[in-house]
């Protein structure tokens, strides 16, 4: 049995906070290759700006009409999650703690996304892409929760580079769904001047 298609309605709705969420990702990435004397400062306010606009962007996506009902729950508690955890690294007293709090948003996340994925991904085809963003999560946070000793550029630089490959998958899963939306469009069929011409 073939796995079931992303539906134009549910390429239109996940389109735009897909993208949202892979420019905010690249954003990040280009700042943590680019920004060489970033400071702890610097570090800490964009990792929680990062932070906040993703589970911002995620809970977009999943509050939209096409989503199953049933998928918001988990799902929002990931991206609340990560919101909140953003919010919480302003407060934090050192560079080690803004790497243990991100690793505590990116796992929170990534194992919502896991976890719709594997339950949801027939109900909501564009869940299928959760596989890899929660992986990257998950994967992204263990290596944080043993960094500690780094200093301010050697942690932007690890969240940075997690950032780079979700940044790639959320743009081409968004050009995707840009794919599905106008793969849709009804064909423009021939009227009666264009045959004459």
């Known amino acids: 049995m073939p796995a079931p298609k992303t539906t134009p309605v549910q390429a239109s709705d996940v389109f735009r906070p897909v993208f949202l969420r892979g420019l905010a990702a690249l954003a990040y990435a280009l700042m943590s290759i680019f920004w060489i004397g970033a400071d702890e400062k610097v570090v800490t306010y964009s990792t929680a700006a990062f932070l906040v606009v993703t589970g911002v962007f995620m809970w977009q ?47 929170a996340a990534g194992i919502a996304e896991l976890v719709v994925f594997a339950k949801l991904r027939e109900a909501f085809p564009p869940f299928r892409n959760q596989l890899v963003t929660g992986a990257v999560g998950v994967i992204l946070a263990i290596s944080l929760c043993f960094s500690g000793g780094l200093d301010a550029h050697a942690l932007f630089g690890l969240i940075g580079g997690g950032t780079i490959v979700l940044a790639v998958f959320a743009l081409i899963a968004a050009f995707g769904h840009r794919h599905e939306m106008k793969a849709a469009a009804p064909a423009t069929t021939n009227t009666p001047d264009q045959d004459n011409n």
């Open 61 to 107: 996506y999943v509050s939209v009409e096409s989503a199953p009902e049933k998928s918001r729950a988990p799902y929002a508690l990931g991206a609340g999650l990560m919101l909140m955890a953003g919010i919480a690294t302003i407060f934090v007293s050192s560079i080690t703690w803004v790497g243990y709090v991100a690793a505590f948003a990116f796992l």
